[in-house]
Each structure stands twice: as structure tokens, then as C-alpha cells.
């Protein structure tokens, strides 16, 4: 966490108080959320009305497709289509699967290029196959396993054009890339990935959107999301987005240098290394790699052992490696797909971790070659 973060956090731990109550102690409570959601509204350019707290980008992102959905279906009953990028985090991927599963929804999933950049020619064609029948768009703004980042502003004129509601999960980009979240209709954020506490987030929300709850209670954030607001987490968002917002450029160009540093040491001096995602359009702190005859959790567990962590996309299922989905969108073949590593960079990365790496990657690399693909 940022040290800003950390301090408002513990202020607000040893503080008492409900947001919600009328005493001296829960007016005091409010004041702290309120001020956080002005800071919070003001980084993401939007009025302070249109932020609703939530346990983070999990629920953001299923309170916005399934609340989308539900209020639409319910007020247009024709409208059944859900249009939604192949390469979605699960938090939403699976919120929409739902919907198709149980709730009637006919989902179409919207390709990606070989960079994984989603195909808006396919949106506005599906757009206008489902006129009057699309009852949510949802396109992420950057991916978290290959760092893409997403044509959103195109996706929210088509789906302005169209009357359509577009939830874009920016998670990954918050604080990382200049975000305007009135962009879409809806937004989601987390507190873990901007220096913030584990826990919170933050699902931007037009007023004039129609929502259907997923938790029924006290009737907090404008009934939308109800449960007593976790002060504490909140105020250590704010303080870790005003910081992140406040450092930006400066935080981005060092992670961005050290990034392409990595990727060509690496690509250079260990042979049948390929870089995955959009090499100029992508989040300056990743890197992802495909390690050509390896097994990614092979490399990973090796890598880990060496005191360096990083992570793949894909889970594992039953103990067997899965491919993961959004590489396979990107037409990468299985074994490939296996085969890759996401190197995350950040803040307090520095030259010395890079050198590190480089020590330490061409013996795993080689050990996990002789060890081969798991079949
Ligand atoms: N969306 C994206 C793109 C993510 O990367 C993540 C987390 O890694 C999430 C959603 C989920 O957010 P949270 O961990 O706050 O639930």
C-alpha cells in the first residue's frame, strides 16, 4: 500500500463511527466518506454522485452487467443480447456467462485481434443485428493478463448511437492511464491496484443509469449497493488515487523504461521468447511472455522459488494448466498459451529487480525446457 493510503486507513481503523448514523461520531464518519468520494469523483472526472462504493472490482463489475441487464430486461423484455469483449476479466466474463446461463441472456462474445484489441467493427455490426434487442455493451478498458488497452471511446459512441448502456471494467487502468470515467455508462475500479487496501472499489455509475440491485439492506449508496460503508478502506482508497493520480506521468515513464528494458533483455538473450498484446497501445507495468516448449507453471514455481514472483492468467483446473481465454481470443494455439508469463512492474520496481530477473530466467527457462509441456 502507499504510505499515503496506509495513514488514512489507520486514522479511520481506531476511528468510531457509522456513515450512517446521526451522532457527532457517525456525522464525523460521513464527512470522511464524503470528502473521499469527492477526491475519488474528481481523478475519475465524474460529479461525486456518480460514485458507489463496493468490496472492489469483483462486485463493481457484477453489480454493473447483472444491474445493467436486469433493469433493462425488466423495463424492455425484448432486450436480451449482452455484447461483451472475448477477453474479459472473470469477474465479468463469468457474471455475463451467468446471465446467458440462467437468466435468459443471448450472449455474444466480440472478437479480438492477434494484440488483443477488441473488433469495433464487429460491435457496431452485432449492434446493429440486435437493434432494440442489446441490452448491455461490456468491453474492458485495458486487459489485465497482455495489458491491451481497449477502444473505448469508440465503443461508447456506438453505444451511445444505439441507446445501449456500456459498462467498462478499469480495473487494470485506473492509475495507470488517463481514465474519464463518463466515458462509459458505468465503471469499475479497485482499491488494490491503484496502492489501496484489498477490499474496496468502486463502481461508477451515471445517475440516469438504471440499476437493479444485488444486495438488499439499509438502502446505502443510493440504494444501489446497501451494507454500512467501510470507512476505513475508503478513505485509504481516496489517499492511494490522489497519490496515484498526483505521480502519474512520472510513475509511468520510470515502470514504462524499465518494462521495454525487461522485455528486450529477455527477448534477446534467451532464445524463442515472443511478446504478447499491443507492443505501443498497452499498460506501461507489464510484460507478457511466451517461453516457447515450457510450461508457464512450471517457470512460475521455479521463478518463485528464486524469489520472483509473477503470475500466469489462466487457472488451473483439477491440478491440469488451462489455456488461458484471452490468449486463445488472440489466436495464440494452446501450447503456446501454456506456455506464457505475465511480468508485472510497478512503483517500487527497479533496475536492480530487472537485473535479477535476467540472472535467474535463463537457467529456469532451460529447466523447464528439459522438463517440456505438461500433458
Ligand atoms: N477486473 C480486472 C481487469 C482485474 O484485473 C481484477 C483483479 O485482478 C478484477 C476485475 C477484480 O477486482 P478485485 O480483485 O478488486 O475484486
Given amino acids: 500500500m502507499r504510505p499515503e493510503a496506509l495513514e488514512a486507513m489507520l486514522a479511520e481503523l481506531v476511528a468510531v463511527g457509522n456513515p450512517s448514523s446521526q451522532h457527532t461520531s457517525g456525522r464525523r464518519a460521513r464527512r470522511i466518506v464524503e470528502e473521499s468520494r469527492e477526491s475519488i469523483a474528481s481523478v475519475l472526472a465524474v460529479a461525486p454522485g456518480d460514485v458507489v462504493f463496493t468490496s472492489g472490482g469483483t462486485e463493481a463489475d457484477n453489480l454493473a452487467v447483472k444491474g445493467l441487464y436486469r433493469a433493462r430486461r425488466s423495463a424492455e423484455p425484448q432486450r436480451t443480447w449482452v455484447l461483451s469483449s472475448s477477453i474479459e476479466h472473470h469477474a465479468v466474463l463469468d457474471a455475463v456467462e451467468h446471465l446467458g446461463a440462467h437468466e435468459d441472456a443471448d450472449v455474444v462474445w466480440l472478437p479480438v485481434d492477434g494484440v488483443g484489441r477488441v473488433d469495433v467493427e464487429r460491435l457496431a455490426e452485432s449492434l446493429v443485428a440486435g437493434e432494440g434487442r442489446t441490452a448491455l455493451v461490456t468491453v474492458m478498458w485495458a486487459n489485465n493478463e497482455v495489458g491491451t488497452i481497449q477502444p473505448v471511446a469508440e465503443v461508447a459512441a456506438l453505444c451511445a448511437a444505439y441507446g445501449v448502456p456500456f459498462h467498462s471494467d478499469a480495473v487494470q487502468a485506473v492509475g495507470q492511464v488517463p481514465v474519464d470515467a463518463s466515458v462509459p ?70 515502470v514504462r523504461t524499465l518494462r521495454d528494458e525487461l522485455v528486450h533483455r529477455v527477448v534477446g538473450e534467451i532464445d524463442g521468447v515472443t511478446r504478447n498484446g499491443d507492443p505501443v497501445d498497452c499498460l506501461p507495468g507489464i510484460a507478457h511472455l511466451s517461453f516457447e516448449g515450457c510450461e508457464g507453471d512450471a517457470l512460475l514455481l521455479l521463478l518463485d522459488a528464486a524469489g520472483i514472483e509473477c503470475s500466469r492468467g489462466s487457472a488451473c483446473s483439477a491440478g491440469v494448466p488451462q489455456p488461458s481465454h484471452v490468449l486463445l481470443a488472440m489466436g495464440l494455439d494452446a501450447l503456446t498459451a501454456r506456455s506464457s508469463l505475465r511480468f508485472s512492474l510497478g512503483r517500487t520496481t527497479s533496475e536492480s ?14 529447466r523447464a525446457r528439459r522438463a517440456g509441456p505438461a500433458r
Avoid: F, M, N
Fill in 185 to 254: 455508462t458505468t465503471l469499475a475500479a479497485s482499491g488494490h491496484k491503484v496502492g489501496g487496501p484489498l477490499g474496496v472499489g468502486v463502481l461508477s455509475a451515471r445517475r440516469s443509469a438504471a440499476i437493479e440491485p444485488l444486495v438488499h439492506g439499509g438502502g446505502q449508496e443510493r440504494d444501489i449497493r446497501s451494507g454500512t460503508l467501510d470507512t476505513p478502506a475508503i478513505a485509504g482508497l481516496a489517499a492511494a488515487l490522489t497519490a496515484a493520480d498526483a505521480d502519474r506521468d512520472e510513475r509511468v515513464a520510470q
Fill in 353 to 366: 529487480d530487472i537485473d535479477r530477473l535476467l540472472d535467474v530466467l535463463p537457467g529456469v527457462v532451460a
